[in-house]
Every structure is written in C-alpha cells, then in structure tokens.
C-alpha cells in the first residue's frame, strides 16, 4: 500500500504520503515543494501494519487532505547540484586583501575560529573561542611570495587539526545566535527557564495532550522582555511557553512532532493575574466521571535550570539552508560543512536540521516563519525527542503572538 495526499487552501500547501512494506510503515509529510519529514513504524504483523495505515490514512482525508496519484517523492535542489571539489589556492592579487575564515568544534564541545588576512605584504591571524574577542598576531613580509608560502602552511595546518574553511560566498550571512546560561536553581514562575513550575493563570487547567489526554510535560519558558539589550522586542513580549506530551504508553504515539499538532503546546502569553498556589491542583480532574482511564494520571517535573544569562555566538547556515533557503552554488564540499549551525539549545540564528529542512507557514499572513528557540536532545532538559532528535519554535516575523513547534530525529 502507498498513498500521497496533498491539502492546499489559501493558508497552506502540505503533503502526505504514507508506505506500507511488510511490518514497517513510514509516513513522510511537510510542505509541497520540500522533501519533508520522515518517520517510520514497525508492527508485530503485516496485518497490523496495514491496519494502521488505513486509519492513518482516514484520519487525513477526514483533515480536507486528498488524495493524487502516486508521485516520484519531490527532492531538494542540492540532489541535482554537483559538488565541486574545494579550491585552496591562496594566489594573492596585487594590492587585493585576501580574507579566510575557518571553523572547528574541540572533542569538548567548544567552537574555535581562526582566520587569517593578509593586504600586499602584512598578515593578520584572528583566533579564539567563537563568540570572545580572540587574539590577533600581525607579521610583515619583503615579498608577497613569502606571504604565498606562509599562509599555506598556516592553513594546510589548521585543515589537518580538524578546522572547515567557511566558503567567502557565506561570510555575509552569518547570523548571531545565543547560548543560554543556566544554574540548577529555582525562580520566580515568570523566570527563563527549563523544566520546573511555569506560569500557569489561576483561570487555567494544566495543558492535556489532544490526542491521548494525558497532562503535558513542561519543557520550557523564556521571558521575551528579559532577553539581552540588542534583542529587546525583537521577538515580542511575553512568556513563550512549550508544553509537549511524552506518554510512551499509548501503542499509537501522539504526533507531538508535527507543527501545530495538540499533542504539544507551544504559545506566547502575557502573565496577568492571579497564579496557583499549589501548581498541582491545576493537574486534578474534576470530574472523575469523564476520565476514561482506570486512575488519574499524574506528571513529575524535569530538573529546573534557570536561565542566568546569555552567551553571543556568531553561527552559518546548514547545507540544507545554503542551497534552498539562500539559493547559493558554493564552491565547497558541503558534507563538511555539517559542523555549523549548532546542534545545541539556542535563541535565534540558523536552526540545525536532523533530517530534511522544512520552514513552517504562518496561519495568518502565510509567510515563513524563522527560528524563534532550537530545543535539543538532552542538552537542558533529560529527554530525547525520538533518536537524539532536534526541536524547533518559529516564529511569524510580522505576527510575534504567531509560533509553531516541531522536531524530527535520525
């Protein structure tokens, strides 16, 4: 069995395409025009494979979603781009400055740059952890000839020490991101944190997963108004929240991993009012007569970190990124370029994908959203988003109270 179905109105254009192969059915969904995400499940039969495939496949025809005739599965622009094998050469133009960029992550997860300048006969070596100052070393030469053989020693050094070289066609789109900086340490409700209590509206329940019930796991909360000068307003204002289910009981996951699903929450809210008391009156059911289980369920909390500070780092885009979102031919082995952006919890910058890119449209305007936070495995927060995957908030540029959230893995 294999069904491709598509669903397009004046908000969205999605696909969705599901296989069956013995045991195994995988369905790949995401944006017409994109290769979209993939996730795959292994049944104890055929016939239970099948079986949930068909409701599967009900279930989106119920969503206004069609089905057309089964397609070659669209690909990305890089599949028919060839890659071009890097050039090294430092031939120096008379009178021209030259300028070379490298990058590298230690076995410490540190991030180091080197780059090297180099006007007629005067070189300038640039070096640090990427986000300080760095140190900078100038030397002069007789001959640019000397200059020649200098800096390709130098970098034929630095390539054999692990460093990438940034292509010169990237340096104009580097983008900051920042590290946030957390202590094991409890906060106001309204506080940037990870885990631990948010703040919740005494007029509120504890958010429930829309698909199994079950409460939602609290992941994270940043105070939009709290955020680092050069950021103020940028995002908006308000707690941005994300709440995601990660009940592993139900023998049909939740899509928690689907952007605007209702097995996760993910909102920007102003904190007025009154709060709870005690937090875990907002989890009790009211009424047990309406609860479908044999108990009440009941959720613990991830460690609280709080956010102290925020570290600036400067960041280039994913091969993914490079090719369809930047439109560039770069002349470079693109697979190496697999270090940048990084794969780590992070504010703003580009967002490092785990499988296929794939940029959420806003509901109200249709316009691409852009990576608000990057929420990954086991960084701040001790849960894996399936195999070491990687989430993504994004958020509509010119509606701030619009966001989404969604996370794929190997």
């Known amino acids: 069995m294999e069904k491709y179905l598509e669903c397009k109105d004046n908000k969205t254009r999605k696909f969705w395409e599901i296989k069956v192969t013995g045991s195994l059915y995988t369905i790949r969904y995401g944006r017409i025009g994109t290769h979209g995400r993939t996730v795959t499940k292994?049944?104890?039969?055929?016939?239970?494979?099948?079986?949930?495939?068909?409701?599967?496949?009900?279930?989106?025809?119920?969503?206004?979603?069609?089905?057309?005739?089964?397609?070659?599965?669209p690909t990305k622009a890089q599949k028919s781009l060839a890659k071009k094998k890097q050039k090294n050469s430092s031939v120096i133009e008379s009178q021209k400055i030259v300028f070379r960029e490298f990058r590298c992550e230690t076995k410490t997860r540190e991030y180091k740059f080197w780059n090297i300048a180099v006007n007629n006969t005067s070189q300038i070596v640039h070096y640090g952890s990427v986000g300080k100052k760095g140190q900078k070393k100038e030397k002069q030469f007789t001959s640019s000839e000397q200059v020649v053989t200098s800096i390709e020693k130098l970098i034929q050094q630095k390539i054999a020490k692990g460093y990438i070289e940034i292509p010169s066609q990237l340096l104009k789109h580097k983008r900051s991101c920042w590290f946030p900086i957390t202590k094991k340490k409890k906060d106001s409700c309204t506080a940037s944190k990870f885990g631990g209590t948010p703040w919740l509206s005494r007029d509120e329940k504890w958010p429930r997963c829309g698909e199994c019930y079950h409460l939602l796991h609290f992941f994270m909360q940043i105070n939009l108004?709290?955020?680092?000068?050069?950021?103020?307003?940028?995002?908006?204002?308000?707690?941005?929240?994300?709440?995601?289910?990660?009940?592993?009981?139900?023998?049909?996951?939740?899509?928690?991993?689907?952007?605007f699903s209702t097995a996760h929450l993910v909102r920007v809210i102003t904190p007025t009012g009154e709060t709870w008391n005690n937090i875990d009156d907002a989890k009790k059911i009211e009424d047990m007569e309406d609860w479908e289980f044999e108990e009440e369920d009941s959720i613990g909390e991830f460690p609280t970190r709080t956010i102290v500070d925020w570290e600036k780092l400067t960041e280039f885009p994913s091969e993914e990124d490079i090719i369809c979102e930047l439109n560039l031919k770069l002349i470079t082995d693109?697979?190496?370029?697999g270090a940048f952006p990084f794969g780590s919890d992070k504010l703003g910058g580009w967002p490092h994908w785990t499988q296929n890119g794939e940029y959420t449209d806003c509901s109200k305007c249709d316009k691409q959203m852009q990576l608000l936070f990057q929420l990954d495995s086991h960084d701040n927060i001790p849960y894996s988003f399936g195999d070491r995957g990687c989430g993504h908030i994004t958020q509509c540029p010119e509606h701030k109270e619009m966001v989404a959230f969604g996370w794929a893995s190997h």
């Open 225 to 259: 108004a709290k955020l680092p000068p050069k950021l103020q307003r940028q995002y908006g204002d308000g707690l941005l929240q994300l709440f995601c289910c990660t009940n592993e009981n139900n023998e049909d996951p939740c899509e928690s991993w689907e952007p």
């Open 334 to 337: 693109a697979s190496k370029m």
């Open 42 to 73: 292994e049944c104890t039969s055929d016939t239970q494979a099948l079986a949930e495939a068909k409701k599967k496949l009900a279930s989106k025809i119920n969503k206004q979603y069609y089905e057309v005739p089964v397609q070659v599965s």
